[in-house]
């Protein structure tokens, strides 16, 4: 007997199959629409009932379409935007840090309007101790067993979002928060699952470290602490990973919906009804190769042409253009474009010093009439402008790191 996990995270709101790079490519190898194609076609392959469908965060920031939906009021733009997520029919969903960017009202009507629970852990209201959104797990049945779901996100949300996003909460380790948790749901549970938006900080199968121990990412510390975790679902690093380790399987699918994590879980029962694990795969599943799920270009038509309509409004008029010609040479030896986002920053904040980073490989500058769509294809995320406070040693250390 086989249980099959689909597994989606970090869609950034690409419902479309288009980067917004160029009005008319509808070609890309991305999009919730493609996600839903792909979930739609294994549970067609497998059976609905031998199918669980998860996802983990950052789904209402990132692309184009995100940003001009949350302009509009939430009945209009956010509705049909959950809309969309409701058509792939996801059984579970965890939280991305994305999702906190355009406040907590706007995060609640998301996760008060989807259909599947939110699987929340370590967001707490500060003043309870008690998770403030969602459930703090769920037991589904699929294939005939019984799934334990537990969700996490990245505690560092509180280090990128401004105060007034996350005001009354607190993020706590997720990695404290599951080993306590996986404790007491295994004996209930045949499988074991946990979403995580959060990835590896270490490599998961030779333990090397990746990165800095920040807490930022806490993956190989569950990995390797928390053995009850059959499956484990993760996000946030953008990273395209599958592999079985420590008798426990691992997916995370990229970014934009460009892949579906897939874990097969083959197994028998005996008479008893005790489960046994025989074999556990993964795999991602490409999404370019599924046609849009016409579904949800449906729901979201009318969203998407007013995007691109938006995206074409002409906002600001140069005396020559700003481009970046390289991404990478561009942070080494400076663009006409970061010139001028540096003395923008300079004139609007009265500071000495100004620094600014090119966000995307992508970026192209502006040309001499700047559209919407120029602005957000240079900087996708909504970040904020702040005023800091340094010593010249702090300088000197931003610099060398840059440099690095
Ligand atoms: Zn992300």
């Not at 990132?62 to 509705?79: F, H, I, M, N, V």
């Not at 537990?150 to 080993?179: A, C, N, P």
């Not at 806490?218 to 599958?242: C, W």
């Not at 040309?367 to 010249?392: D, F, H, W």
Request: proline residues 4%.
């Amino acid at each position: 007997m086989k249980l099959v996990i689909l597994h989606s995270s970090d869609t950034h709101g690409f419902l479309m199959p288009t980067d917004y790079q160029n009005k008319d490519n509808y070609d890309a190898p991305i999009s919730l629409s493609r996600v839903s194609s792909v979930v739609k076609s294994e549970k067609e392959k497998y059976g609905a009932e031998n199918v669980l469908v998860t996802d983990s965060g950052d789904c209402l920031q990132g692309s184009p379409l995100a940003s001009y939906t949350q302009k509009l009021p939430e009945d209009e733009g956010l509705r049909k935007f959950t809309e969309a997520y409701n058509e792939v029919g996801y059984d579970a969903r965890a939280l991305g840090n994305h999702d906190f960017n355009y406040g907590l009202d706007y995060l609640s009507y998301y996760v008060d309007n989807n259909r599947a629970p939110f699987i929340n852990d370590n967001v707490l209201d500060a003043a309870t101790n008690v998770p403030f959104f969602g459930k703090e797990y769920t037991i589904i049945e699929k294939a005939g067993l019984k799934i334990g779901i537990m969700g996490i996100t990245t505690q560092y949300i509180s280090h990128w979002e401004s105060e007034e996003h996350i005001r009354g909460l607190k993020f706590v380790s997720g990695y404290d928060v599951l080993s306590k948790l996986a404790k007491k749901l295994r004996p209930q549970v045949d499988i074991l699952c946990a979403l995580y938006h959060g990835g590896f900080e270490s490599d998961p199968l030779t333990g090397e470290a990746t990165e800095p121990h920040t807490g930022e990412n806490e993956g190989y510390k569950i990995l390797t602490e928390i053995p009850e975790i059959d499956v484990f679902l993760t996000g946030h690093q953008h990273r395209r990973l599958n592999l079985v380790t420590r008798d426990t399987a691992i997916v995370q699918p990229g970014y934009r919906g460009e892949a579906v994590g897939k874990v097969v879980i083959d197994f028998d029962k005996d008479t008893n009804g005790k489960v046994k694990i025989n074999n556990m795969t993964t795999e991602l599943i490409d999404s370019k190769d599924y046609a849009p799920d016409p579904a949800i270009e449906k729901i979201v038509k009318n969203l998407d042409e007013e995007t691109q309509k938006w995206l074409d409004q002409p906002i600001a008029h140069l005396s020559e253009p700003a481009p970046i010609e390289d991404a990478i040479k561009g942070r080494i030896e400076g663009a006409l474009f970061i010139n001028l986002i540096q003395q923008m920053q300079l004139w609007f904040t009265g500071a000495d010093v100004s620094a600014t980073a090119i966000m995307s490989e992508s970026a192209h500058g502006f040309s001499k009439n700047v559209t919407m769509r120029e602005v957000l294809l240079n900087y996708p995320y909504a970040n904020q402008l702040c005023i800091v406070k340094l010593t010249g040693k702090e300088l000197k250390e931003i610099i060398e790191y840059s440099a690095g």
